[in-house]
């Protein structure tokens, strides 16, 4: 079982930067595939917007997010960070992080059906 608590959102202008946080807890995170998802309105479907391999050395954004949004791990702090730059309106959402056990260590994972494990979500809210 791995417990995810995401944070580091809040109400920001456009243009502005946000670095988000997920810890997990445990001691098998270097087992898990990340990733961030969002979800832009309520029932709609949760969209990914980044992933990262089991060792970080893989990732993936998908591209309305390249170039602004930056994926990481720090695997000794069981911690997958997602640094956000030239925030846009269309970015407003909230974030959830989510793990999946899988065995490839470099292997990059973007289907939602990969992951096991969701965070509650963060808020992030960009005006304009």
């Known amino acids: 079982q791995v417990q995810l608590a995401e944070s580091g959102g809040g109400l920001v202008q456009a243009g502005d930067s946000l670095r988000l946080s997920c810890a997990a807890s445990?001691?098998?995170?270097?087992?898990?595939?990340m990733a961030w998802f969002r979800r832009q309105a309520p029932g709609k479907e949760r969209e990914i917007v980044a992933?990262?391999?089991?060792?970080?050395?893989?990732?993936y954004s998908v591209e309305s997010v390249k170039g602004r949004f930056t994926i990481s791990r720090d695997n000794a702090k069981n911690t997958v960070y997602l640094q956000m730059n030239g925030l846009k309106p269309g970015d407003t959402a909230v974030y959830f992080c989510?793990?999946?056990?899988?065995?490839?260590?470099?292997?990059?994972?973007?289907?939602?059906?990969?992951?096991?494990?969701w965070g509650q979500g963060t808020q992030v809210t960009v005006s304009s």
């Open positions: 989510a793990a999946g056990r899988v065995p490839n260590v470099e292997d990059v994972y973007s289907s939602p059906s990969i992951y096991d494990y």
């Open positions: 992933a990262i391999s089991r060792s970080g050395g893989g990732t």
């Open positions: 445990g001691r098998t995170f270097s087992r898990y595939a």
